[in-house]
């Protein structure tokens, strides 16, 4: 796997190849299923359906979505089966014409060389793959084999055209594109610019960009309405912070994607305890146009209570290496502990914000960073004094 060949570090996570990648196993709490896996797919199992018709009606469609093996037994079952029954056509029509006797010298059959089912099957093969008469060919004696050929003809072209597009598509799904659109395997909760924000990390490892890319976000948990009605997947949206007010993004270098955890927002109630009571989900979708092909690609992840991180963000990526941006993906994944005021968003706004918080609880978030960082070279001095003392 690439992971483990070191082309691709394992701090973040590939949406497609989740299973490939020497990625720890998140465990959900006993009884939670995930709403949407971490590689993307949705874990919905879908039963009871009476209705099996209408996936026929949209044959094309469920031709595509049918796996490799499957897709690849009925591309071979429908050419077998055309040549098959056109070749029994074929010696149906020699039997009833008597091409398998051919008695007299100036008799002239409907296709020459056939004496046998054997032969009528190769000269049906012939006509549909236009690989080459040889010695059979259809005569001017019968205008019923004229109409046979021009029919399978038609048959192995429409044949050709739906196997082929499907096989073809299968190829390029728009989800193969997806392969390199990444996510940061966790969420984080911090502060930034004096709110209280949840935020995710995303990149793209291709040079090719993602055309008018947008993300959006939603929280998946179990909700019980005003009526007493229990709703198992209530799908609430989540906004985030873009300063054009739309959620377009470009896509270049990898990107922090903030959501302000405001009076609108679902996470308000939430505290650091809260969080790892609750039983959310936040998904997280990219979607946008492949600039190489045109076609509308989706990458999609999630994350439950045990990954997101409360008072950690991300370490920065990106740097000006001789008047270039380089981006560093082994840095992709890694947070950082910052000082985060482990209550509620709500509670912080009843407090007066993070600034009047602050005041009342004597914290200072610069300061505290630096006298963490004293404190740890006080104590590199102190084993060094030690040490030499010894």
Known sequence: MLSR????????????????????????????????????????AHTNIREQGRFLQDVFTTLVDLKWLHTLIIFTMSFLCSWLLFGMIWWLVAFAHGDLDQSADDFIPCVTDIHSFSSAFLFSIEVQVTIGFGGRMITEECVSAIIILIVQNIVGLVINAIMLGCIFMKT??????????????????????????????????????????TVRMQVVKRTTTEEGEVVPLDQIDIHMDNPVGTNGIFLVSPLIICHIIDKHSPL???????????????????????????????????????????????????????????VDYSKFGNTMKVPTPCCSAKKLDEAGGIARFKLTEGVTLRASV?????????????????????
């Not at 590939?14 to 993307?40: C, I, M, W, Y």
């Not at 799904?173 to 990390?201: G, P, W």
């Not at 609750?278 to 990219?286: A, H, K, R, S």
Request: charged share 30%; net charge positive.
């Open 268 to 326: 308000y109630d939430l505290s650091a305890s809260d969080l790892l009571l609750q039983d959310i989900e936040v998904i997280v979708v990219l979607e946008g146009v492949v600039e190489t092909t045109g076609i509308t690609t989706q990458a999609r992840t999630s994350y439950v209570s045990e990954e997101i991180l409360w008072g950690q963000r991300f370490v920065p990526t990106v740097s000006e290496e001789d008047g270039m941006y380089a």
């Open 5 to 44: 060949k070191g082309l691709i570090p394992e701090d973040y996570l590939l949406t497609r190849l989740a299973e490939d990648v020497l990625q720890p196993k998140f465990k959900a709490k006993a009884g939670k299923a995930r709403f949407v896996s971490k590689n993307g797919t949705c874990n919905v």
């Open 172 to 213: 390029a799904q728009a989800n193969r594109r997806a392969e390199t659109l990444i996510f940061s395997k966790h969420a984080v909760i911090s502060v930034r610019n004096n709110k209280l924000c949840f935020m995710v990390r995303i990149g793209d490892l291709r040079k090719s960009m993602i055309i008018s890319a």
């Open 370 to 390: 630096r006298r963490r960082r004293g404190s740890v070279v006080a104590r590199r001095s102190r084993l060094e004094t030690m040490k030499t003392h010894d």
